[in-house]
């Protein structure tokens, strides 16, 4: 193949993989939210440098990801050589998804694979306008692996079941909790958006995080579930204290917060009981920390949550937080599929159509 390949937020396998069939590569990708211009510190330098000893060959890096220069650079790789470019989104252009930037970038390359599962919520011009003027436009391998691990848990799951919910807000989850009440036999939740619920039931909470406009909606939720059958498992304690930074907190049950103390953690009989839901689970899908775990004090309930994850007979998949909860347990292997993606995944699981992978038109 002497095409030469666009791939936008490629991965190293993928690069890998298409090069070995000789094709020349143009690689791109957005780093951090350079603020609508070139910002040295967020050059992919330090990427092309990392990515050229993964490949074990020279991956140059463009003086920019459009213009005159680095046309003339792309135009001029040879079967199987290999070329970043620069930041993305030091062009506002990029998340505008403009149309002329779209087909300035479509310029450098015969076809089109993107590999970023994790940007693919997002109408940018590199993900999407880019396949109006580039085709084909291929999903490459980790983006397959990607659509094919959550699509087993929205699709065909082996039940029971399991979504573990967590994290800050109930205003970030209400559409995936909405969503996943239609499609899983249980639904544990716990983290900070579990005391909007816990306040749904009735009970104080202390000054614990509440949104109080949710509080509405978090009963809704717990009727849907009523209603269709489904499982759905609270904190029955928690970790409390005074604040994010104590030193330390001690377990009370969920309907014994004081007043002036705030539940950061689930505690040892939530962590229990929401083991043995898991334990019944044969599909698990967990998004979201069970308290303040960038905190040591706060982090058990995640960490524990992470092992019963690992350790149930099921088919598992997480994202965000969970990731780094998995890493720090040691129990990463044990884990059915952890997606590289965070806004990605929660829009993905709400059902929703992602427009970086409606623009595909081909599987790579
Ligand atoms: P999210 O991005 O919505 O998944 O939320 C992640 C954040 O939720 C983390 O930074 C946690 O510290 C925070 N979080 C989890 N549990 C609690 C809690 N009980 N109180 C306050 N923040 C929490």
């Not at 399991?162 to 970030?172: I, P, Y």
């Not at 900070?192 to 949710?214: I, K, N, Q, Y």
């Not at 092992?307 to 937080?321: K, Q």
Request: aromatic residues 4%.
């Amino acid at each position: 193949m002497d095409a030469k390949l666009w791939a936008s937020r490629a991965v190293i396998r993928t690069s890998g993989f298409r090069n070995s069939d000789g094709a020349a590569v143009v690689l791109a990708s957005h780093l951090g939210r350079p603020k609508g211009g070139p910002d040295p510190k967020l050059s992919l330098k330090p990427v092309a440098e990392r990515m050229g000893a993964l490949l074990a060959r020279p991956v140059p890096l463009a003086p920019d990801c459009v213009g005159e220069a680095t046309r003339a650079q792309a135009h001029a790789l040879k079967s199987g050589e290999v070329l970043l470019l620069e930041n993305l989104r030091f062009h506002p252009e990029e998340e505008k998804n403009d149309d002329g930037f779209a087909r300035q970038l479509a310029e450098l390359a015969d076809c089109y694979v993107n590999d970023a599962f994790a940007a693919a919520h997002r109408a940018h011009a590199s993900i999407e306008a880019i396949t109006h003027h580039l085709q084909p436009a291929a999903a490459g391998l980790l983006m397959q692996q990607e659509l094919s691990a959550l699509g087993r848990i929205l699709e065909s799951p082996a039940r029971p079941l399991v979504a573990v919910l967590g994290g800050a807000k109930v205003s970030d989850k209400v559409a995936l909790v909405e969503h996943l009440i239609g499609k899983v036999d249980a639904l544990v939740i716990g983290g900070g958006m579990a005391f909007t619920f816990v306040r749904a039931l009735g009970h104080a909470v202390g000054r614990s995080l509440v949104e109080p406009d949710r509080i509405e909606t978090a009963r809704a939720a717990l009727e849907a579930a009523r209603r269709r059958g489904v499982q759905l498992t609270l904190p029955v304690d928690a970790i409390v204290a005074d604040g994010l930074d104590s030193p330390s907190g001690r377990a009370v049950g969920i309907r014994e917060i004081p007043e002036a103390q705030m539940g950061l953690d689930i505690g040892p009989r939530t962590i229990e009981r929401f083991g043995a839901v898991l334990a019944t689970a044969k599909t698990i899908v967990w998004n979201g920390p069970m308290g303040v775990f960038e905190k040591p004090p706060f982090a058990t309930g995640t960490a524990a949550i992470a092992r019963a994850v690992a350790g149930a007979p099921a088919f598992s998949v997480i994202g965000g937080d969970g990731i780094a909860a998995v890493n720090a347990a040691g129990v990463s292997d044990k884990i059915g599929y952890i997606s590289t993606a965070g806004g990605a995944f929660l829009e993905f699981l709400e059902g929703r159509t992602l427009p970086g992978v409606a623009a595909l038109t081909e599987a790579a």
